[in-house]
């Protein structure tokens, strides 16, 4: 069984480590904090400023219930209507569509220098932060969730709309958690790539070399008094 990466040739392997002499690797430069932070703020505003439009939104997309009022209860119009269930697949699009928009375009922004951790706690915190602004926005904008005085002030016999709310909470989740997937998904596919460390057989001739490691070409360390080729020292060729 063959190593990969290994040159062919019984005696190449070994040939390939005499007089081969690496230098170390430099450091990785650390990015600053500061930068990092500020970047991670930025993308959770943007964020949460992007909930207020999702809130407006799942107020005017969601199905509304009716009730109606009537001489001894409050009954639905529907009773096997499905608008509660309507409501939360509405908020769950809007936060597939809101996480998929702010990974794209965090990604775009950032793919020169190689996105980095506070790109994605910043979707994250700002994806959950949206998500719950546009809930409160949602019911906020809608009725109120006091059905009798909502029934009160619409009459009897009168249908009128119940507060908007949101059965699972679990969908607050759909927004953080779809930004985090496209963003993993295009740094896989299209992020920034690192070149690859030559082999570990790799000789010194296939290993970067600084100028400044050489040793310097001096005349004084040439050897001097070479022997000389005479014609006279050449063997005669044998008949």
Known sequence: ??????????????????????????????????????????????????????????????????????????????????????????????????????????????????????VAAG????????????????????????VLANAKHAGLGVDFSAAIQLGSHGALLVWPITAMVVLLALSAAFGKREEDPPPYWAGPQDSPVRQDSLPENRPEDRPENLPEDRPADRPEPTA
Do not use: C
Request: net charge neutral; proline share 8%; charged share 15%.
């Open 123 to 146: 979707l994250a915190a700002g994806g959950l932060a949206g998500s719950v602004i546009a809930w409160k926005l949602g019911m906020w904008l809608g009725p109120s969730t006091n």
């Open 1 to 118: 069984m063959t190593v990969p990466n290994t040159p062919a040739g019984p005696d190449a392997r070994a040939d390939s480590f005499e007089g081969a002499s690496y230098l170390p690797e430099a450091p990785r430069p650390r990015r600053p904090l500061l930068p990092e932070l500020l970047i991670g703020l930025l993308i959770t505003a943007v964020g949460a400023l992007l909930g207020l439009l999702v809130g407006v939104l799942w107020f005017h997309l969601a199905p509304r219930v009716m009730l109606v009022a009537g001489t001894d209860a409050i009954r639905y119009v529907d009773p096997e209507g499905e608008q509660r269930a309507g409501a939360d697949s509405v908020f769950v699009l809007l936060g597939l569509g809101a996480g998929l928009l702010t990974a794209l375009v965090a990604f775009l922004l950032t793919r020169r220098r190689g996105g980095g951790i506070s």
